[in-house]
């Protein structure tokens, strides 16, 4: 049996997959009021897939619980913030988590970390704590590092065929982690060391980051100069050997906004390009408030309670707001002014903001200025509701004259 500790964005999607793939599974979740919704037969976000999943690891047997069960294998799946100022991992929700394990697991029983951490996080965190309650590493217990590598709006798919990395100090432990993933995932999985396996993770989220934030300095570079960066990215990728993805107006969500953070933590001298990287993606949403002020003074329009920002989430088409640029923009200490923009997005049903609206017609009636700050399919798909609004498209995905981008 495996029990999934954390039932969030990643562990509740991994424990669904193995239950519905034949792997005997109980959820452990601290939180009742989650635990309880799942008992009650409701899943506790939204994902394409994820009620269909949910059904089937319910057949299957899958079970929840706030408690941790005695078994031979965990799966770790807490969350891992960073810590703002020192820019490290905040480790304190995983060594939490491996403490009740030890307080119910025999001896031979291994620790899957698949929570995201820093290169070296198990090292200096993880093994002083299961030595410190008396196991001998190896012997005791097992530990392993499998770090998830899917995406919110298409985990499903993913979970079943993107490649995965398993961690650990023997390999056989790694093998039989690997057997255990392998009940579900279809891509290739490579097992190596623990350490170059929360490298890896950390590093392609990094690399994205800084790829982001290239595109992101572009658009910054052509605002600048009134060049079309859209138009000068199409043509650039024309080449062979050259992918510049898509500015925007910010990045969010628990991964690239977060992880290569922790290597600039650990390694402040030498993560020069990433520390950067970092500050122009973050700095983006600043960028887009200046744009808006501009765009207001071009337009004519003097009063910011008029403008308007659509999608409050971090990515398009679903409910995850964590690290959003919208709810970035928002909290910005320097632009006291944007207390009064209103916001609308279909996916977020409860009232999370000030000025918050919840059908799409009511909150265009209310505003001049439309700011799309995410690529919902809802706001592509209903272009013409915006014809005689001022629209400054941040994604450039609204095809109509005269709008505005960053």
């Known amino acids: 049996m495996v029990n999934v500790i954390g ?12 239950a519905s ?13 989650l635990v309880e919704t799942l008992n009650a037969g409701r899943t506790t976000f939204k994902e394409d897939g994820l009620d269909e999943l949910f059904e089937a690891a319910v057949k ?10 005695v078994t ?11 810590d703002k100022y020192t820019k490290k991992v905040d480790p304190a929700y995983v060594i939490s988590a491996v403490r009740d394990v030890l307080k119910v697991c025999p001896k031979g029983a291994t620790i899957v970390i698949e929570s995201t951490i820093s290169p070296g996080t198990i090292d200096r965190h993880i093994r002083g704590v299961i030595t410190d309650a008396g196991f001998e590493l190896g012997k005791d217990v097992h530990i392993a590092h499998a770090p998830e590598r899917i995406i919110p709006g298409n985990m499903v798919y993913e979970l079943l065929h993107n490649n995965r990395t398993i961690g650990a100090d023997e390999r056989e432990i790694g093998e039989a982690i690997k057997k255990i993933y392998a009940s579900f995932c279809g891509g290739e999985i490579v097992v190596t060391d623990i350490k170059t396996a929360e490298m890896t993770k950390v ?14 300095e572009l658009a910054k570079i ?6 079309n960066v859209y138009e000068i990215i199409r043509i650039c990728n024309m080449h062979p050997r050259v992918n510049i993805l898509q500015p925007g107006p910010g990045v969010g969500g628990h991964c690239i906004s ?3 953070w922790f290597l600039v933590g650990d390694y402040p001298g030498l993560a020069k390009v990433i520390d950067e990287s970092m500050k122009t993606n973050d700095g983006m949403p600043d960028f887009v408030l200046n744009r808006v002020y501009q765009v207001m003074k071009k337009e004519g329009l003097t009063d910011i309670s008029g403008v308007g920002l659509y999608g409050l989430t971090y990515k398009e088409n679903v409910d995850d707001m964590r690290e959003s640029p919208t709810l970035q923009l928002l909290a910005s200490q320097r632009h006291h002014l944007a207390a009064p923009l209103k916001t609308y997005d279909p996916y977020i049903e409860k009232d999370v903001v000030e000025n918050q609206y919840h059908d799409l017609d ?15 399919d809802e706001i592509i798909n209903n272009q013409e509701k915006l014809k005689g609004k001022v629209v400054l498209d941040c994604h450039n995905v609204i095809d109509l004259p005269g709008v505005y981008h960053i």
Do not use: W
């Open 60 to 69: 299957a047997g899958i079970k929840f619980t706030t408690e941790y069960q």
């Open 21 to 33: 793939h034949g792997v005997e599974v109980i959820g452990t979740d601290y939180n009742k009021t």
């Open 258 to 260: 977060v992880d290569p």
């Open 222 to 227: 052509c605002r600048h100069d009134n060049m």
């Open 203 to 216: 590093v392609e989220n990094t690399f994205r980051a800084v790829n982001i934030a290239f595109a992101n």
């Open 362 to 376: 009511a909150f265009l009636d209310a505003v001049d200025l439309v700011v799309v700050m995410v690529k919902h």
């Open 72 to 82: 031979d294998t965990y799966i770790v799946s807490v969350p891992t913030p960073y």
């Open 7 to 18: 039932l969030g964005y990643i562990g509740l999607p991994t424990a669904l997959m193995l």
